[in-house]
Nanobody, 120 residues
Framework: QVQLVESGGGLVQAGGSLRLSCAAS????????MGWYRQAPGKQRELVAT???????NCEESVKGRFTIARDNAKTTMYLQMNSLKPEDTAVYYC??????????????WGQGTLVTVSA
């Protein structure tokens, strides 16, 4: 009913930058909170950053000052600008959204993930 498609991952050297995008489509009435999560090899999935429909953002401590989360005016596309990347940022990054569908049902949706690899 709702699809989240991520893009922008890749291989970058330490200190470099990448910009991830997440585009939502489907039977969307509105999207409340959107967020980025990541899962490194052998570790649990962890929250990176969130943004509400009103634009309030929250970033995990280890990425504050380096990563910036944003949404477009239509509020169906989300971005994660990642600067000063470190090898420990290497992970699969997942997009997440809390969506109200046309018809009133509330669902939580995940993207398929995009791999970010930071070389030393």
């Amino acid at each position: 009913q709702v699809q989240l498609v991520e893009s922008g991952g890749g291989l970058v050297q330490a200190g470099g930058s990448l910009r991830l995008s997440c585009a939502a489509s489907g039977r969307i009435f509105s999207i409340n909170v959107m967020g980025w999560y990541r899962q490194a090899p052998g570790k649990q999935r962890e929250l990176v950053a969130t943004i509400t429909s009103g634009g309030t953002t929250n970033c995990e401590e280890s990425v504050k000052g380096r990563f910036t989360i944003a949404r477009d005016n239509a509020k169906t596309t989300m971005y994660l600008q990642m600067n000063s990347l470190k090898p420990e940022d290497t992970a699969v990054y997942y997009c997440n959204a809390h969506v109200r569908l046309i018809g009133g049902e509330n669902v939580q949706v995940w993207g398929q993930g995009t791999l970010v690899t930071v070389s030393a």
